[in-house]
Nanobody, 124 residues
Framework: EVQLQASGGGLVQAGGSLRLSCTAS????????IAWFRQAPGKKREGILCINSDDGSQYYANFAKGRASISSDNAENTKYLQMNSLKPDDTAVYFC?????????????????WGEGTLVTVSS
């Protein structure tokens, strides 16, 4: 069974950082591009960043530039999202997804595989 699982959420103070994990089972990350999305309470889901599995090229949403990064542990088939300088507006459920990383926008419909999200709450 093809699955993704995001984990590592919790309560973070404003100004702090988060590091979320995305673990794949049933498929290899090398076969797909990976993206991170988030959905804040009462808002539409929005993309954060994505990475192309072939050449490592990346696309970032404007709010994520300079604050977010993605890294990998290939041995564990896991990708990580690091975000710094967190603000209460970053409170959201964070999702990872596997699909196709466009380099002009983050499009949900390009990602056929989604994991359950993990909640991050940023306190002021």
């Amino acid at each position: 069974e093809v699955q993704l699982q995001a984990s590592g959420g919790g309560l973070v103070q404003a100004g702090g950082s988060l590091r979320l994990s995305c673990t794949a089972s049933g498929f290899n990350f090398d076969d797909y591009d990976i993206a991170w999305f988030r959905q804040a309470p009462g808002k539409k889901r929005e993309g954060i960043l994505c990475i192309n599995s072939d050449d490592g090229s990346q696309y970032y949403a404007n709010f994520a530039k300079g604050r977010a990064s993605i890294s990998s542990d290939n041995a564990e088939n896991t990708k990580y999202l690091q975000m710094n300088s967190l603000k209460p507006d970053d409170t959201a459920v964070y999702f990872c997804a596997a699909g196709y990383c466009r380099l002009d926008r983050l499009a949900e419909d390009e990602y056929p595989i989604w994991g359950e999200g993990t909640l991050v709450t940023v306190s002021s």
